[in-house]
């Protein structure tokens, strides 16, 4: 009998430690207030106990934590919050952050690869880096990511996953980014772009470009998609629901789930699509 209940706990292990977490994120930008107004739903499986523990930036203003509309109780520290459970129920946070960092005027003379941004919401653009704890995040890969966000007219907003839905008015532009894949955190880039699209292969391309550069588009596009298809041929399928060029208001060369972001003075760069672009 023992020996029987020990198989059947190992049968089990293997798909608890699969398990995967669902968590939707509802975030409303106001540039001109260098903020984000949030809700983050969490939905609970067996593998979480009584306290919730979550990473969580400082500059966050917390506006209520429930559980089927009964508040929780919590303690934070730093960049730490716990949240005792009441139940199984799904946990809403809701929330305000505040993001300021700038770059910095000089950037050629910084030894700092980041320009000591993590953060930043400004009318030039928003970078919001999965590092910055700008939304409740819990330190595990398997979670299913549905990132909502609302932004003033004309406002682009770009993260990891496949962009599910996207529509805009004279009011607010609208786009719901979702992941079906582990990462290691959402990074949310947002900024008044032109979005170009190339949807004739297996996998969609994008280009999200400022104004000044959307001349260079359709020279990112195809040679974007040249490199996925040459790197198909090479190891397989392209395993993410798009590829994105993001322009980005300070320099980077970053490299996220599905997406590059590319500071200004690199994507302008003649040599870059020969080179960078398919290391990205």
Same mark, same amino acid.
């Given at each position: ?25 509802? =975030? ?20 979480? $106990? ?8 400082? &500059?966050?203003?917390?506006?209520? +934590?429930? %559980?089927? $509309?009964?508040?929780?109780? #919590?303690?934070?520290? &730093? ?12 946990? %809403? ?10 770059? !910095? ?17 400004? $009318? ?10 700008? #939304? ?12 909502? =966000? +609302? ?8 993260? !990891? ?11 607010? /532009?609208?786009? +719901?980014?979702?992941?079906? *894949?582990?990462? *290691?955190?959402?990074?949310? !880039?947002?900024? &008044?772009?032109?979005? @170009? ?8 391309? *994008?280009?999200?470009? #400022?104004?000044?550069?959307? %001349?260079?588009?359709?020279? #990112? ?21 798009? @590829?994105?060029?993001?322009? &980005?208001?300070?320099? /980077?060369? *970053? ?11 690199? =994507?302008?760069?003649? @040599? ?5 672009? $398919?290391?990205?």
């Amino acid at each position: 009998m023992i020996r029987t209940a020990i198989i059947a706990v190992l049968l089990l292990w293997p798909l608890q430690a699969l398990a995967e977490i669902d968590y939707h994120l509802n =975030v409303t930008l106001h540039p001109a207030e260098q903020a984000i107004s949030s809700t983050a739903t969490i939905y609970l499986d067996e593998t979480i $106990g009584s306290l919730l523990d979550l990473e969580f930036s400082a &500059n966050c203003e917390l506006h209520s +934590i429930e %559980q089927a $509309g009964q508040s929780l109780y #919590y303690s934070r520290s &730093n960049e730490n919050l716990s949240i005792r459970l009441k139940n199984r129920k799904p946990v %809403q946070i809701r929330y305000r952050g505040v993001f300021t960092d700038q770059p !910095s005027s000089i950037p050629i003379h910084n030894e700092d690869p980041t320009y000591g941004i993590s953060a930043s919401i400004s $009318g030039r653009g928003t970078f919001l880096s999965a590092s910055a704890h700008w #939304y409740p995040r819990l330190n595990r890969d398997k979670i299913n990511y549905r990132l909502e =966000v +609302i932004s003033p007219p004309g406002i682009e907003c770009v993260s !990891s996953g496949k962009r599910s839905e996207h529509h805009s008015d004279d009011t607010q /532009t609208v786009s +719901i980014w979702k992941t079906d *894949y582990p990462i *290691y955190g959402l990074t949310l !880039s947002a900024g &008044n772009y032109m979005v @170009f699209e190339d949807l004739g292969g297996s996998t969609p391309i *994008y280009a999200y470009f #400022y104004a000044q550069t959307t %001349q260079l588009a359709s020279t #990112y596009l195809s040679e974007a998609r040249r490199y996925l298809n040459l790197y198909e041929e090479l190891f397989g399928p392209y395993p993410f629901h798009k @590829f994105a060029i993001v322009e &980005n208001f300070f320099p /980077t060369g *970053y490299g996220f789930p599905s997406w590059t972001l590319l500071g200004s003075r690199v =994507v302008r760069l003649p @040599f870059i699509v020969k080179t960078s672009l $398919g290391h990205e």
